[in-house]
């Protein structure tokens, strides 16, 4: 098995890739203006698609799904992909605005909020100074009708990006992705978090927490309110589903 196929973990399907390989996917993808989209996962990511079917078909026809989570990266390693990459979501933006700033594709932003993508924008623009961003749009918290919708798309083909980076987090900017597949005429990320973490609007865990697969406990303690339910429901109810799939106890289509 090469490292551009996918392997199952649990339920859902992950790419056991290295950056070298998804930036010279980028760059092709980019050169040939094929529609495809990319999902950067983690264990919320993994449980969701579990517990719903519409969300793993979303994920598993992804072109690529990355081990953003350290708990993914490592399962990956169990499985004996030694040459798997931990690939968070920020640390992807930041190559792929780097390679965009090199071969001068141009890229958008499709969620978070106004003030997130003012701030981005000027963080990316003084790190990368040729690259170039068409696209920029906070959507409203709100279901889209047809004609919202169709606007979107028109407006986002009119502004000729390579790559969109989704914000919408978890599970909605997979659904998107997967629905808007053959209507835009560009490669999709969807990178969840990391516009609020490029911004500056959440702190953005130490590489050595990272390291130890203690980011989501640095995120815990800035978000509580938010993320302990998340956090308490999906890592224990990952850790007994990926024993009983590592044991032969279970076996996940």
């Given at each position: 098995?090469?490292?551009?196929?996918?392997?199952?973990?649990?339920?859902?399907?992950?790419n056991?890739?290295?950056?070298?390989?998804?930036?010279?996917?980028?760059?092709?993808?980019?050169?040939?203006?094929?529609?495809?989209?990319?999902?950067?996962?983690?264990?919320?990511s993994?449980?969701?698609s579990?517990r719903?079917?519409?969300?793993?078909?979303?994920h598993?026809?992804?072109?690529?799904?990355l081990?953003?989570?350290?708990?993914?990266?490592?399962?990956?390693?169990?499985?004996?992909?030694?040459?798997?990459?931990?690939?968070?979501?920020?640390?992807?933006t930041?190559?792929?605005?780097?390679?965009?700033?090199?071969?001068?594709?141009?890229?958008?932003f499709?969620?978070s909020?106004?003030?997130?993508?003012?701030?981005?924008?000027?963080?990316?623009?003084?790190?990368?100074?040729?690259l170039?961003v068409n696209?920029?749009?906070s959507?409203?918290f709100?279901?889209?009708?047809k004609?919202e919708?169709?606007i979107?798309i028109?407006?986002?083909?009119?502004?000729?990006i390579?790559?969109?980076?989704?914000s919408?987090?978890c599970?909605?900017q997979?659904?998107?992705?997967?629905?808007?597949?053959?209507?835009?005429?560009?490669c999709?990320?969807?990178i969840?978090?990391?516009v609020?973490?490029l911004?500056?609007?959440?702190?953005?865990p130490?590489?050595?927490?990272?390291?130890?697969?203690?980011a989501?406990l640095?995120?815990?303690?800035?978000?509580p309110?938010?993320?302990?339910?998340?956090?308490?429901?999906t890592?224990?109810?990952?850790?007994?589903?990926?024993?009983?799939?590592?044991t032969g106890?279970?076996?996940?289509?």
């Open positions: 098995m090469t490292q551009l196929n996918k392997t199952r973990i649990i339920n859902y399907l992950i056991p890739i290295s950056l070298k390989d998804l930036l010279n996917f980028i760059f092709n993808s980019t050169n040939r203006k094929k529609s495809n989209y990319i999902c950067i996962s983690n264990i919320h993994c449980i969701e579990y719903d079917r519409k969300f793993k078909s979303a598993n026809n992804a072109t690529f799904a081990a953003d989570g350290r708990p993914i990266f490592w399962a990956l390693r169990i499985f004996g992909f030694n040459k798997a990459e931990h690939l968070p979501g920020y640390y992807v930041e190559k792929i605005c780097e390679l965009a700033n090199k071969k001068k594709f141009i890229i958008g499709y969620g909020t106004d003030n997130n993508l003012k701030k981005i924008n000027t963080f990316l623009k003084k790190k990368y100074r040729n170039i696209y920029n749009y959507p409203p709100r279901k889209l009708n004609f919708k169709k979107i028109e407006k986002i083909n009119k502004s000729k390579d790559i969109l980076f989704v919408l987090g599970p909605k997979e659904l998107w992705m997967y629905e808007h597949k053959n209507k835009l005429n560009c999709m990320l969807g969840g978090a990391a609020d973490f911004s500056g609007n959440k702190i953005l130490n590489k050595f927490f990272e390291y130890l697969g203690l989501w640095i995120r815990l303690i800035t978000e309110r938010r993320l302990f339910w998340r956090y308490f429901s890592n224990f109810l990952f850790i007994f589903l990926f024993f009983l799939q590592i106890l279970k076996k996940f289509k």
